[in-house]
């Protein structure tokens, strides 16, 4: 039996959350000053491409066929992904803006965002500036009234997961750190103890793209820290699919996490 792209996107679309998590390449970053205003960015690369021969792949698998997809294939499934899977438009991000600022908390406002379109390539950046850091976790893209769902975009919620913690004596900064494959093991079935090294492999060509980083820069001095790495005054977290896999669960549970003294 022959399947249609579209038939095959309809299966997958349970699978559709990490599918197109894997395909993300987020930054965020934050300057403080010593009053606790600053700026704050937000980028997201989007490539879904991996994702476009994954479900090519499996549409072979499924009308019986052996081997990797063709040029033919993967040019074809490119086009119909184009046709009717790509909805963002360039309008759609200026709609989406006034929004976004029309429901940012007071204290915090937009001083630039921008999108760029390539085919299967997207990128969205966004600054904010803020009075109060702890007002970031309220940033959230209004709802549609015909939105009908789907695959989490993290730049609906850019700072999701926030949270400041001030006492007066100290400034504690956390965020959270997920693994994607998390819950591709999950959509994919139960674990067994030998995974299928096809399956494996797919899942790992899928989300070779993946890239986490968080940058704080700020005047105070660091009583605690559990960053990968240290610029100057500026603490960088950043994780692969590769490094995240390789942290403990209670590693990940803990997330970015750093205590100031102010």
Request: with cysteine; proline share 6%; aromatic share 6%.
């Amino acid at each position: 039996m022959r399947m249609s792209m579209k038939t095959v996107g309809a299966i997958v679309l349970g699978l559709s959350a990490f599918l197109v998590t894997g395909c993300f390449d987020i930054e965020q970053t934050l300057t403080l000053e010593r009053n606790m205003s600053g700026k704050a960015g937000f980028s997201m690369k989007v490539d879904m491409e991996p994702m476009v021969f994954f479900m090519t792949q499996m549409k072979r698998e499924m009308d019986g066929k052996k081997g990797p997809p063709t040029a033919a294939e993967i040019a074809e499934a490119k086009k119909d992904f184009l046709k009717n899977g790509k909805k963002e438009t360039t309008g759609d991000f200026e709609s989406d803006k006034k929004q976004m600022q029309a429901a940012l908390p007071k204290g915090v406002t937009l001083l630039d965002a921008s999108v760029k379109d390539e085919e299967l390539k997207m990128g969205v950046s966004m600054l904010f500036g803020f009075d109060n850091p702890a007002k970031l976790a309220l940033i959230k893209k209004p709802k549609k009234a015909d939105d009908k769902g789907g695959p989490p975009n993290p730049a609906d919620n850019p700072f999701n997961g926030f949270k400041v913690v001030d006492d007066g004596k100290t400034i504690t900064i956390t965020t959270e750190v997920q693994n994607p494959m998390d819950e591709a093991k999950e959509a994919t079935g139960p674990p067994t103890e030998k995974p299928d090294p096809a399956v494996q492999k797919q899942m790992e060509d899928l989300f070779k793209g993946f890239r986490v980083a968080f940058k704080i820069t700020a005047p105070f001095q660091v009583l605690e820290q559990n960053a990968t790495r240290k610029e100057g005054n500026t603490l960088i977290w950043e994780y692969d699919l590769k490094s995240i896999e390789k942290m403990k669960p209670e590693q990940l549970k803990q997330g970015i996490r750093v205590k100031y003294k102010k």
